[in-house]
């Protein structure tokens, strides 16, 4: 089970406003570009040594209006003729800078090290690519958790809301990212395992 099995349900809530954005002319490659520079800019701000951490508590918000812009240009693209090839590499791209730069800025909060949150965008990364893979078997696009983006997004929203309003964090959550880490590694043995089932199947 995955936080993204309930897109479909969060799509339908989106759609009046999807369709507002279509009458007024913006593309699905806009709500992809625009979504991808606001992450990076916020993680760009999060990442300054003079930032408070109550800014960390920006994290969960944008999460959620990142889930939200990148469900409507999916349904852009689909419903509205905005499918572009462009658009696919677009939204695959913006998604992994977008990841990177929002997770970042943990790197500098007690007790996480930069060097499993590095390990966590690259495992990220990784699963990202692993599930774009199963296309090329004939399969289709992996999207399967146990963490996924969406998964991974909920866990990064909560850690933003947690240091915006802790004084610090506990020694134990040393151990949170390790614990992301082999989360992803799941889910990519996981998504390795399906597409080639699913391909098997269609062949």
Not at 104 to 129: K, M, N, Q, R
Request: include cysteine.
């Amino acid at each position: 089970m995955s936080i993204y099995d309930l897109k479909p349900r969060f799509q339908n809530l989106l759609r009046p406003t999807v369709t507002a954005l279509h009458r007024y002319g913006v593309t699905a490659n806009q709500v992809t570009i625009a979504a991808c520079i606001c992450s990076v800019a916020l993680g760009a701000a999060l990442l300054q040594s003079a930032a408070p951490r109550i800014w960390f508590a920006a994290i969960p918000m944008w999460m959620f209006a990142r889930m939200a812009l990148n469900a409507a240009d999916g349904m852009l693209a689909r419903e509205f003729g905005h499918k572009s090839s462009l658009g696919a590499y677009l939204n695959e791209l913006g998604d992994v800078i977008a990841d990177a730069a929002l997770y970042l800025p943990f790197a500098h909060i007690a007790p996480f090290t930069p060097g499993w949150v590095g390990a966590v965008i690259f495992l990220a990364a990784l699963s990202e690519f692993t599930g774009l893979l199963g296309a090329t078997l004939g399969a289709s696009r992996r999207y399967d958790g146990p963490m996924g983006k969406s998964d991974r997004a909920f866990v990064f929203g909560a850690l933003g809301l947690w240091v915006a309003i802790a004084p610090s964090l506990p020694d134990a959550t040393v151990w949170l990212m390790p614990t992301l880490a082999l989360a992803i590694v799941a889910t990519i043995v996981k998504r390795v395992r399906g597409g080639l089932a699913e391909s098997a199947r269609r062949n």
